[in-house]
T-cell receptor, first 110, second 113 residues
């Protein structure tokens, strides 16, 4: 399977804490994207990082990319209960198609 | 911007019937749309790539005669699940490509009785 791996599979934290999710992939890429999915809903695009970028920020989100290790991380700072969702990384494998990771289920307790 | 809608949001049908799901890009044109399937607590699996004006490209293991895809305009792609069976019950999500990013619809939950 070309699917990427994410860890942890599940993460529970208190409001105000930081949440870090990791993603590993198998092929060379043009870019890597992170998405959020609330239960039973579609995916919301969070951030795109290109293969020549190492770090990117968007509000409380910080994404890093290490192409030598084929890995990425998503950091959510000062988490809120509303951040509770599943988070997926997706890579393009140099095509228009996206290959999704296995996902991390984040639970933020108020 | 970059809003994608899906209709219906949920559908229940009997075995043997066909179900059509629509995916629309509301505020942009998309020559390429994608159809995914998601089982509970699992990731998204790409079923097919829908190209406006040409035949869809199906992923390995996806029956093209079972899952008919039509991309008749730059804002609409449809997925028809033909002769549905209970094992086709799933969450189907479409996305539309805009520049480098795929924007996803809210999904359609299909239950086949």
């Amino acid at each position: 399977s070309q699917q990427g791996e994410e860890d942890p599979q599940a993460l529970s934290i208190q409001e105000g804490e930081n949440a870090t999710m990791n993603c590993s992939y198998k092929t060379s890429i043009n870019n890597l994207q992170w998405y959020r999915q609330n239960s039973g809903r579609g995916l919301v695009h969070l951030i795109l990082i290109r293969s020549n970028e190492r770090e990117k920020h968007s509000g409380r989100l910080r994404v890093t990319l290490d192409t030598s290790k084929k890995s990425s991380s998503l950091l959510i700072t000062a988490s809120r209960a509303a951040d509770t969702a599943s988070y997926f990384c997706a890579t393009d494998a140099n095509t228009d198609k996206l290959i999704f990771g296995t996902g991390t289920r984040l639970q933020v307790f108020p | 911007g970059a809003v994608v809608s899906q209709h219906p949001s949920r559908v229940i049908c009997k075995s043997g019937t066909s179900v059509k799901i629509e995916c629309r890009s509301l505020d942009f044109q998309a020559t390429t749309m994608f159809w995914y399937r998601q089982f509970p607590k699992q990731s998204l699996m790409l079923m097919a790539t829908s190209n406006e004006g040409s035949k869809a490209t199906y992923e390995q293991g996806v029956e093209k005669d079972k899952f008919l895809i039509n991309h008749a305009s730059l804002t609409l792609s449809t997925l028809t699940v033909t002769s549905a069976h209970p094992e086709d019950s799933s969450f189907y999500i479409c996305s539309a490509m805009r520049e480098e990013t795929q924007y996803f619809g809210p999904g359609t939950r299909l239950l086949v009785l």
